[in-house]
Nanobody
Framework: QVQLVEAGGGLVQPGGSLRLSCAAS????????MAWYRQAPGKQRELVAA??????NYADSVKGRFTISRDNAKNTLYLQMNSLKPEDTAVYYC???????????WGQGTQVTVSS
């Protein structure tokens, strides 16, 4: 089973930036679309951004502020988050996807808190 390890979260002020990373225990990135999800307290997990080949898609709430990218050689997925807002506060997870369906067991995620 592929393990996913998310990192890079933290506490940041509104308007700040963070870069999340997701490392996989073996090479899956070259054959799967990948995505970032997030789950805020009391809310369902939502898909934030996805990448498949050279194509990317974003939730409307993060479009223009977040950028998803991947390094297949390093088995690592990234999420660059700029102009962060308090409503971006959540635990962020990565996963391989088929369509919008996650395929792998969820990792522990990384907490992002946007607060002054």
């Amino acid at each position: 089973q592929v393990q996913l390890v998310e990192a890079g979260g933290g506490l940041v002020q509104p308007g700040g930036s963070l870069r999340l990373s997701c490392a996989a225990s073996r090479s899956i990135f070259s054959i799967n679309a990948m995505a970032w999800y997030r789950q805020a307290p009391g809310k369902q997990r939502e898909l934030v951004a996805a990448i498949s080949g050279g194509s990317t898609n974003y939730a409307d709430s993060v479009k223009g502020r977040f950028t998803i990218s991947r390094d297949n050689a390093k088995n690592t997925l990234y999420l660059q988050m700029n102009s962060l807002k308090p409503e971006d506060t959540a635990v962020y997870y990565c996963n391989a996807i088929l369509g919008t369906r996650p395929l792998l067991t969820w990792g522990q995620g990384t907490q992002v808190t946007v607060s002054s």
